[in-house]
């Protein structure tokens, strides 16, 4: 298994950012996606989650309305779109599968906002 995230970066206050993570070595359409991030000094939180039917299931309240999780199981990819940043966005966003009771994460990808 593998994943990779991408698409992180510096972006001011307001403004958008799109993260990929490219999954690999298994079914990917069989199984749910999430998105977590960290900040610094804070523990991992679960942003977003969909099905492996791309139904999304779970928003953290501070992401609701800015946020959208997709996932494209043809390119065997999910993806955080996200708008209106805030600097309290800023952390290092995660992608992970559970297969069973094994979790599987990706490298993570950074994301500052900051003017």
């Known amino acids: 298994v593998q994943l990779v995230e991408s698409g992180g970066g510096l972006v001011q206050p307001g403004g958008s950012l799109r993260l990929s993570c490219a999954a690999s070595g298994f079914t990917f359409s069989g199984y749910p996606m999430s998105w977590y991030r960290q900040a610094p000094g804070k523990e991992r939180e679960l942003v977003a989650r969909?099905?492996?039917?791309?139904?999304?299931?779970n928003y953290a309240d501070s992401v609701k309305g800015r946020f959208t999780i997709s996932r494209d199981n043809a390119k065997n990819t999910v993806y955080l779109q996200m708008n209106s940043l805030k600097p309290e966005d800023t952390a290092v966003y995660y992608c992970?599968?559970?297969?069973?009771?094994?979790?599987?994460w990706g490298q993570g990808t950074h994301v500052t906002v900051s003017s």
């Open positions: 992970r599968l559970r297969i069973g009771v094994r979790d599987y």
């Open positions: 969909l099905t492996s039917a791309g139904v999304v299931t």
